[in-house]
T-cell receptor, first 113, second 113 residues
């Protein structure tokens, strides 16, 4: 069973606030990912990391930023939240080898008023 | 870019019936993954397929990696109420040196008792 944790699970916050979504995994996985998902829809990759100090943008353009200072931690930050940022954000991790499956956290459901 | 076409989009079945869903693409994938997502939670990995032609079972679930590497199917036998949820296929391939996971649009399964 995957050990990947996201906090908070739900966040309702006003426009203009700075937000950090936390993601931690205890499996020692080198690779970590952030996806954005609207309810019942497919997942879109917004950021990924292959290890400490490595971050890359995904397929879907996002105003968020990420950092990877420690292997187990991959936070996502929105400097100034807007209603268009309302969505579910899912974090995942995987081993470093080719074709390794990704394991997901339970997500953060973000609502910007 | 790479796209997965997942069908059907939704299914309404009676408890005890068998279920079949599939994903097709014009792209060739190295790995096929099937996930299930319950409301308010992250996707949970059900089955991972690594070789063309591979047929893998996990309890009442059976999935196959198509010979052409462009498609995969998932079957669920003798459905039960806890099978309700959204099922996503995901294909993994290498793009410009990076491993990329592409998700289908999901199949929403509803079971009538």
């Amino acid at each position: 069973e995957a050990d990947i944790y996201q906090t908070p699970r739900y966040l309702v916050i006003g426009t203009g606030k700075k937000i950090t979504l936390e993601c931690s995994q205890t499996m020692g996985h080198d690779k970590m990912y952030w996806y954005q998902q609207d309810p019942g829809m497919e997942l879109h990759l917004i950021h990924y990391s292959y290890g400490v100090n490595s971050t890359e943008k995904g397929d879907l353009s996002s105003e968020s930023t990420v950092s990877r200072i420690r292997t187990e931690h991959f936070p996502l930050t929105l400097e100034s939240a807007r209603p268009s940022h309302t969505s579910q954000y899912l974090c995942a991790s995987s081993l470093a080898g080719p074709n390794q499956p990704q394991h997901f956290g339970d997500g953060t459901r973000l609502s910007i008023l | 870019g790479q796209q997965l076409n997942q069908s059907p989009q939704s299914m309404f079945i009676q408890e005890g019936e068998d279920v079949s869903m599939n994903c097709t693409s014009s792209s060739i994938f190295n790995t096929w993954l099937w996930y299930k997502q319950d409301p308010g939670e992250g996707p949970v990995l059900l089955i991972a397929l690594y070789k063309a032609g591979e047929l893998t079972s996990n309890g009442r679930l059976t999935a196959q990696f198509g010979i052409t590497r462009k498609d995969s199917f998932l079957n669920i036998s003798a459905s039960i109420p806890s099978d309700v949820g959204i099922y996503f296929c995901a294909g993994q391939l290498r793009v410009q040196g990076a491993q990329k996971l592409v998700f289908g649009q999901g199949t929403r399964l509803t079971i009538n008792p």
